[in-house]
């Protein structure tokens, strides 16, 4: 995630926020749900304690099929969701998170399922009990008025409305505002998009487009996410977009969708996407995807880009470094991805440091330069206020010492192994996390065993200690 406008030093700080405490009554249900996860009833969420109920417990889904109809007028969404999934313990009753909306109708393998709504947690109790290891696929149909949800740090989420349809991004926790999810990065899968919209709309997924066919007033495009997405990358946006398709010479379809009132200011940087993919993939190894691109948007209440996968949404025209900073992010970030969200700056850090190494080989200052000039901020500015792997809540989790900090411990890093040994990290840990998840235990540790070094103070010292190092 990059904020719009932000120093480009900086990186990004999203506006600030305090977090909630948890209600006493969710804590009470998490507590419950914590305990019958050990018998039959899936835990109603994640266990991450920055979002306590995000994410699901007692299955894993492999599949999501969303069929979504958007009235751009009336605002209103139909959808049918089927959920192909596999059971982890045995289920007699499971959650999904969904917030808002109006569910009309549940079915577990095609048998009526009960159902019933607290919060964001969608309760089903399927017919029969479904045992341990057994795949099911559970089909949620439901329809209304998506509405955005504000996240700790007091920014827009999920299924944002624009003037003339609406910005999809869903970090940390909107995903929830239109599609039942197991809506953790913990949980990764593989998705279908049908959406019909209105004619001369786009609606833009991820993946690889499949079709598109117009009947009377209405268009439907079809997508197809292959290879394994966590729920906050996925994306739906409607607009009034110019489309411009391609392959690359690595193969990798690109998909833009720009609004034309960012056209103009859009039309350079997004030249440039090949040639910043080419050179991120020498850094960090394969492009993980089989598509690319860009959503360009004019929503400017929004104030923030988002790295959903294989195709990254900007809130506005993007400059050179948002564009290097959201596609680094395919690598960390989208195929390499979080247990935690306390683990964020392996995202944000690692995105902002792409940022710095970019400008180092195209001619802009070093990243020694970048980091010397953060560095000569004083003890009591916000690049201090906490350690970058231990940010405290959900609140900071996209402020400036997660992004700058997490970039200059990446920055203290190549100093004390070496370029070659340092690039090599990077690439032997975007390879062999690849699709799946990666934490800061296990980076510490792969940086260890490439370098042959006792890392521990740096990684000590930079991630996690309070104040100025």
């Keep these: ?29 998490l507590a419950a749900a914590g305990t019958a996860s050990a018998g039959t009833i899936g835990a109603a969420g994640a ?3 920055y979002f306590p109920l995000s994410g699901n417990g007692g299955y894993h889904v492999g599949h999501y099929d969303l069929t979504l109809r958007y009235d ?59 045992a341990k290891g057994r795949s099911f696929q559970v089909t949620v149909t439901y329809g209304g008025t998506p509405k955005q949800v504000t996240d700790p740090d007091g920014s827009p989420d999920g299924w944002i409305r624009t003037d003339d349809g609406a910005f999809v991004a869903g970090e940390p926790q909107g995903a929830m505002t239109w599609f039942p999810a197991n809506s953790h990065p913990k949980d990764k899968s593989s998705y279908d998009f049908t959406i019909t919209v209105p ?4 609606a833009v997924a991820n993946g690889v487009l499949l079709g598109q066919h ?20 996925a994306t739906a946006t409607v607009g009034t977009f110019k489309v411009q398709q391609y392959t690359t010479r690595d193969g990798i379809k690109v998909y833009n969708a720009v609004d034309p009132r960012e056209a103009s200011g859009s039309a350079a940087v997004l030249k440039k996407l090949p040639s910043v993919l080419e050179w991120e993939s020498e850094l960090f190894g394969p492009y993980p995807f089989r598509s690319a691109g860009a959503i ?19 809130d506005s025209a993007p400059d050179l470094d948002t564009l290097v900073h ?36 195209h001619g802009g200052d070093s990243a020694q330069k970048t980091f010397d000039a953060l560095y000569a901020k004083p003890a009591g500015n916000d690049l201090w206020a906490y350690p970058p792997a231990d940010p405290g809540s959900g609140a900071n989790i996209f402020g400036t010492p997660v ?22 990290i990077l690439r032997v840990w975007a390879g062999e996390h690849r699709y799946g998840h990666g934490t800061t235990a296990e980076f510490v540790k792969l940086a260890q065993g490439q370098s042959g070094k006792d890392l521990t103070s740096l990684f000590q010292t930079w991630l996690y200690k309070k104040g100025k190092p």
């Design 199 to 202: 004619k001369g709309r786009t």
């Design 214 to 233: 117009t009947s009377g007033a209405r268009t439907t495009f079809r997508w197809r996410q292959s290879e394994p997405m966590a729920a906050y990358l």
């Design 403 to 424: 992004y700058a900090r997490g970039a200059m411990a990446l920055h203290e890093l190549r100093k004390a192994v070496g370029d070659t040994v340092f690039f090599r």
């Design 296 to 314: 360009v948007d004019h929503a400017p209440n929004v104030g923030y880009a988002l790295e959903t996968q294989g195709r990254p949404i900007y």
């Design 47 to 49: 266990g991450d304690p």
């Design 1 to 29: 995630m990059q904020v719009q406008g932000a120093s480009r030093r900086t990186a990004v700080l999203r506006r600030e926020a305090v977090l909630a405490t948890v209600p006493v009554a969710v804590a009470a249900l």
């Design 326 to 361: 959201e596609n680094a992010h395919q690598w960390f970030g989208d195929s390499v991805s979080l247990t935690a969200w306390k683990d964020i700056w392996l995202n944000e850090g690692f995105a902002t440091y792409a940022e710095w190494l970019y400008e180092e080989q």
């Design 72 to 130: 751009t007028s009336s605002h209103h969404l139909d959808g049918k969701a089927v959920l192909t999934a596999r059971a982890t313990q045995k289920l007699t009753r499971f959650d999904l998170d969904l917030s808002g909306l109006k569910v009309t109708r549940v079915t577990v393998d095609g048998r009526t399922a009960r159902f019933s709504r607290s919060g964001q947690e969608l309760a089903v109790t399927p017919s029969r009990a479904l």
